[in-house]
T-cell receptor
């Protein structure tokens, strides 16, 4: 059974804090993704990675960075959290070739005060 | 124009009804199409892929119209358990770069 786990379900941080969101997958997937989901806007891609140490910007990378030092782990970093980064953050992973269903983690609800 | 557009709903239907959702996409080069389902406070999960020839999985039928750039999802004999948000997903560039619609919310009532 594919499993994508995220480090926290709920997180409350203060404006200006550095925030780390971690995602781990156990299926040896090449691709990993970070999305944020907001009401009415759906899922928006922040960054994705198709290999270790590789990353590509998605649609809304501003204010975020990512790190992928190991194949199974993909971290999202908010260098200086702001209130407009309050959102649900979802991590996903998929294989590169063939059937590229994305498997999602349970999400992290981040509130920035 | 959004890359992937869906009617947000909500669609409120009685049990046993047939309901259809459409989704339009802007990139004519898109090759991969999916419907995902997201239950309240849960993560999205794949419902079905959408093939050029159309495909069916039990009560669910998905179709693709490349000329008009839309995909559809038909749910027959709706069950209470079908209540969820249905997300349309289309690849942008490369098979792994997906874009999600904002979702269509369905509530099936007894």
């Amino acid at each position: 059974d594919v499993k994508v786990t995220q480090s926290s379900r709920y997180l409350v941080k203060r404006t200006g804090e550095k925030v780390f969101l971690e995602c781990v997958q156990d299926m040896d997937h090449e691709n990993m993704f970070w999305y944020r989901q907001d009401p009415g806007l759906g899922l928006r891609l922040i960054y994705f990675s198709y290999d270790v140490k590789m990353k590509e910007k998605g649609d809304i990378p501003e204010g975020y960075s990512v790190s992928r030092e190991k194949k199974e782990r993909f971290s999202l970093i908010l260098e200086s959290a702001s209130t407009n980064q309050t959102s649900m953050y979802l991590c996903a992973s998929s294989w590169t070739s063939g059937y590229n269903e994305q498997f999602f983690g349970p999400g992290t609800r981040l509130t920035v005060l | 124009r959004k890359e992937v557009e869906q009617d947000p709903g909500p669609f409120n239907v009685p049990e046993g009804a047939t309901v259809a959702f459409n989704c339009t996409y802007s990139n004519s080069a898109s090759q991969s199409f999916f419907w995902y389902r997201q239950d309240c406070r849960k993560e999205p999960k794949l419902l079905m892929s959408v093939y050029s020839s159309g495909n069916e999985d039990g009560r669910f039928t998905a179709q693709l119209n490349r000329a008009s750039q839309y995909i559809s999802l038909l749910i027959r004999d709706s069950k209470l358990s079908d209540s969820a948000t249905y997300l349309c997903v289309v690849n942008r560039r490369g098979l792994n770069d997906m874009r999600f619609g904002a979702g269509t919310r369905l509530t099936v009532k007894p």
